[in-house]
């Protein structure tokens, strides 16, 4: 299984980016799919999860508003716009899968399968 996470960069505060995971290996539609973020000197923490079929999604409450989680099953990619991103958005970024789901607000996941992550960087 193979979780290829892209789309991280640098961007000014008020800015927007995509990142894009796809997926290989397993059978898209069956996971549950989300992205975590991991600054440095800090734990990795939950950012948005979306439903195996896309209709029910999930984010933390420092992104609601700000950021969109989408997937498209037939690509076997799932995608989050950031939008309005703040300094505070700075951190690497996980695509996640779970057959179970990826619930929230949650304090430990049992994760499946992990990407390998990307950077996101946002300039004040």
């Known amino acids: 299984v193979q979780l290829q996470a892209s789309g991280g960069g640098l961007v000014q505060a008020g800015g927007s980016l995509r990142l894009s995971c796809a997926a290989s290996?397993?059978?898209?539609?069956?996971?549950?799919m989300g992205w975590f973020r991991q600054a440095p000197g800090k734990e990795r923490e939950f950012v948005s999860s979306?439903?195996?079929?896309?209709?029910?999604?999930l984010y933390a409450d420092s992104v609601k508003g700000r950021f969109t989680i989408s997937r498209d099953n037939a690509k076997n990619t799932v995608y989050l716009q950031m939008n309005s991103l703040k300094p505070e958005d700075t951190a690497v970024y996980y695509c996640a899968a779970d057959l179970s789901g990826i619930y929230y607000p949650r304090t430990n996941w049992d994760i499946d399968y992990w990407g390998k992550g990307t950077q996101v960087t946002v300039s004040s």
């Open positions: 290996g397993l059978t898209f539609s069956k996971y549950f």
């Open positions: 979306i439903s195996w079929s896309g209709g029910s999604t």
